[in-house]
């Protein structure tokens, strides 16, 4: 039961154009999510937040936007810099039940930028 | 201020054996999670601890697998008799405290292989 799904396994673009990545969940419960990028051999880092009460973060060249009503989420890089090629993985977590802390992850997109 | 710790960094281990995983949290963090990434998926919670207490084990196999967080000294994941299921990789994870929105922290990782 996959309740994070990120459906592109992979995505390519251009240096210094938009990425935009996607994420969609199933668990109407989930009220807080995050993105986490991850280079081969290292663990994942985090990226950036959105409480489902908000429908857009913003931090620096990364950008959350929530679609509550469309439980979907997505996140834009812009501009996209060769050093963002990574795998990155959306996550999701239940604040309201007590187990905030067990985060449901998709199984990530790679991410190629391309010089 | 150092990340947090896992080692071994790989694992190679015989059908039967034990494998034992090490996570040192950041300093001043009192919350670790354990998460389990098998091949082509998205990272799977296992457990949550505190020092001396195991406060969720709901995402842990229910045999062969246990985690403490002692007093004093790493939070250990054990694992015994292996067998090829469990090659994986194995992250740790922590955070100061337990609130909505606490970004956890992860390590490297453990590559565990089975033969």
């Known amino acids: 039961d996959q309740q994070v799904k990120q459906n592109s396994p992979s995505l390519s673009v251009q240096e210094g154009r938009i990425s935009i990545l996607n994420c969609d969940y199933t668990?109407?419960?989930?009220?807080?999510f995050l993105w986490y990028k991850k280079y081969p051999a290292e663990g994942p880092t985090f990226l950036i937040s959105?409480?489902?009460?908000?429908d857009k973060n913003e931090d620096g060249r990364f950008t959350v936007f929530l679609n509550k009503s469309a439980k979907h989420l997505s996140l834009h890089i812009v501009p996209s810099q060769p050093g963002d090629s990574a795998v990155y993985f959306c996550a999701a977590s239940d604040n309201s039940g007590g187990s905030n802390y067990k985060l449901t992850f998709g199984k990530g997109t790679l991410l190629t930028v391309n010089p | 201020n150092a990340g947090v710790m896992q080692n071994p960094r790989h694992l190679v281990r015989r059908r039967g054996q034990e494998a034992r995983l090490r996570c040192s949290p950041m300093k001043g963090h009192s919350h670790v999670y354990w998460y389990r990434q098998l091949p082509e998926e998205g990272l799977k919670f296992m457990v949550y601890?505190?020092?001396?207490?195991?406060?969720?084990e709901s995402g842990m196999p229910k045999e062969r697998f246990s985690a403490e967080f002692p007093k004093e000294g790493p939070s250990i994941l054990r694992i015994q008799q292996v067998v090829r299921g469990d090659s994986a990789a194995y992250f740790c994870?922590?955070?100061?405290?337990?609130?909505?929105?606490?970004?956890?922290?992860f390590g490297p990782g453990t590559r565990l292989l089975v033969l």
């Open positions: 601890l505190q020092k001396e207490n195991i406060i969720d």
């Open positions: 994870a922590s955070s100061p405290l337990l609130a909505p929105g606490t970004t956890q922290y």
């Open positions: 668990n109407s419960m989930f009220d807080y």
């Open positions: 959105i409480s489902s009460i908000k």
